[in-house]
């Protein structure tokens, strides 16, 4: 049975800075790329970036791009999300998510876990 639980959220201001962890029991034998997604109150979920299994590779959403990084340790079993400059816009609820997709997998089919860890950026 996989597991994985979301850690890390809060309040920062903007321009801060924030780390997210996803830790999991052990990754799934079946996902391409592991990552994040995000739902701010009233949108729609929106995909965030993974690391792929092999030949890693990282993908983010150009919303992101140049501001969140996304690293794994596999020896812990954690898939972390580094966010540096944070922007109210950034204001969410995060969840560990698992795309399946190997060819522009933030397009393609993906599964959410647990109920997130919420960030806030406001002053």
């Known amino acids: 049975q996989v597991q994985l639980v979301e850690s890390g959220g809060g309040l920062v201001q903007p321009g801060g800075s924030l780390r997210l962890s996803c830790a999991a029991n052990?990754?799934?034998?079946?996902?391409?790329?592991i990552g994040w997604s995000r739902r701010a109150p009233g949108k729609e979920r929106e995909a965030v970036g993974c690391i792929s299994r092999s030949d890693p590779s990282t993908y983010y959403a150009n919303s992101v791009r140049g501001r969140f990084t996304i690293s794994r340790d596999n020896a812990k079993n954690t898939v972390y999300l580094q966010m540096n400059n944070v922007k109210p816009e950034d204001t969410a609820e995060y969840s560990c998510t698992s795309y399946y997709r190997d060819y522009n997998p933030l397009y393609g089919d993906y599964d959410y876990w647990g109920l997130g860890t919420q960030v806030t950026v406001s002053s």
């Open positions: 052990e990754f799934t034998l079946d996902y391409h790329c």
